[in-house]
Nanobody
């Protein structure tokens, strides 16, 4: 079973960029979908994006389309999230999760990640105005 762990958070000014990484141990990504989530203070955890390990197809929530890019490095068992055009509303703890998934990516993938995925510790992203 893949055990993911997010890293790369920090403080950035509005309009800036930050790259997060999710390193996973325990298995290869071939049969998994890996996703990024975030939880802002006082808010529920929300899904951002996911990627399928077998073919690197991607899925994005509307809130981050055009600003965030998810990618995968299968050789390093790492998933990346490049975040551009950050604004204070992006301030949150960011988590990555993994779930076995062989179907095309869609909203149910994010639901499966949320409810059945393996999760690791999050990384804090703070965007100052």
């Amino acid at each position: 079973e893949v055990q993911p762990q997010a890293s790369g958070g920090g403080l950035v000014q509005a309009g800036g960029s930050l790259a997060l990484s999710c390193a996973a141990s325990g298995d290869t990504f071939e049969n998994y979908a890996l996703g990024w989530f975030r939880q802002a203070p006082g808010k529920e955890r929300e899904g951002i994006s996911c990627i399928r390990g077998s073919d690197s197809t991607t899925y994005y929530q509307d809130s981050v389309k055009g600003r965030f890019t998810i990618s995968i490095d299968n050789a390093m068992n790492t998933v990346h999230l490049q975040m551009n055009g950050l604004n204070p509303e992006d301030t949150a703890i960011y988590y990555c999760a993994a779930v076995i998934w062989r179907l095309p990516l869609a909203e149910p993938t994010m639901t499966a990640l949320m409810n059945f995925g393996s999760w690791g510790p999050g990384t804090l992203v703070t965007v100052s105005s």
